[in-house]
């Protein structure tokens, strides 16, 4: 009996131990700057002329702001002045201990353009999760976005819905799981949709440190229990009807966001513009930077 009561005990202290066992991120190799925003302290980084229309990189649910290096100056080459910065538990950033929904991710974005002192629009650019919370914020103040860029958008159609990546979202279980067999099993995905050459050289070394910062794996979890599971739906449809201009860029052979969420796209905004990538996965910025580069060109150039 006591060798049983003593391996239960240790299942249940294991999550907590391994997560006190991962390292905090060192504000000192940052590469941006700290805003010290209501719901935690963000790390930042701005780009090209001052005086420039301004445009927001939002990226997505596991790979932090370094994931835009090519995007960012593409846009910098367009003329825009360029805002990247890391989502809560991921990158530099703090970890709030808050549902990581649609609100949560608008309240961190909206404090940072009020710290930075952002007025009038905005064009946002949002990668994968990014997509979704870049879609949430422009419903909900269609006058501050002056246009939108999707690339490889998340909130159309469910990700993670197959029986594994439920099991990974039940409470308890899932919390367990995560904190205790998550890192493995991110490091494991990032061999498995491998991409043969990225604008970073170091890409899948950063991203495998990334599962051994503290916060960051139950900042996944939240984000897929919450901001993952919420159609944005009816947030494209204000969209829409606001005459925001969007672009949404896709990868043909992307296995997150599949090619046929585009249609989904085309049925809640006919007139979003569309531009596939041939060949490319989910990681389209940064394994075709160039086709990415142009699509914005062409895009935005004459706004």
């Known amino acids: 009996m006591g060798i049983v009561l003593g391996l239960l005990a240790l299942l249940v202290v294991l999550p907590f131990v391994a997560e006190a066992l991962r390292q905090r ?10 805003a010290d925003l209501p719901l935690g302290r963000t790390h930042y980084r701005w780009s090209g002329p001052e005086t420039a ?4 990189c939002i990226h997505g649910l596991s790979t932090p702001s370094y994931v835009f290096a090519a995007t960012e100056s593409a846009l910098t080459t367009l003329g825009y002045r360029v805002l990247t910065y890391d989502l809560y538990g991921r990158g530099f950033s703090a970890n709030p201990p808050a549902a990581q929904g649609a609100r949560f991710f608008n309240l961190q974005l909206d404090a940072l353009l009020a710290d930075q002192r952002v007025e009038g629009r905005v064009t946002l650019v949002g990668y994968s999760m990014g997509g979704a919370i870049a879609a949430a914020f422009a419903a909900a103040s269609p006058d501050r976005v002056r246009a939108l860029v999707l690339i490889a958008p998340a909130g159309l159609e469910p990700v993670y819905d197959d029986w594994i990546g439920r099991l990974w979202t039940l409470p308890v279980l899932g919390d367990w799981a995560t904190r205790v067999l998550g890192g493995i099993a991110l490091r494991r995905e ?20 990334e599962t051994r910062r503290r916060g960051y794996l139950p900042a996944i979890l939240s984000s897929r229990r919450n901001m993952l599971r919420e159609s944005r739906g009816a947030d494209h449809r204000t969209i829409a009807r606001a005459g925001i201009p969007v672009l949404a860029i896709w990868g043909t052979d992307d296995p997150v966001i599949p090619l046929k969420t ?14 596939q990538v041939a060949g490319a996965g989910h990681l389209v910025l940064q394994s075709h930077p160039a086709q990415v580069s142009d699509a914005l060109r062409r895009f935005l150039k004459p706004r």
């Open 190 to 209: 990032l061999v498995e949709h491998r991409t043969s050459a990225t604008v970073l050289p170091d890409l899948e070394d950063r991203q495998a440190r």
């Open 25 to 34: 991120p060192d504000p000192a190799h940052a590469p941006g700057q700290f």
């Open 53 to 56: 229309p301004v445009a927001v």
């Open 262 to 275: 585009m249609g989904r796209l085309a049925e809640l905004n006919p007139d979003a513009h569309h531009r």
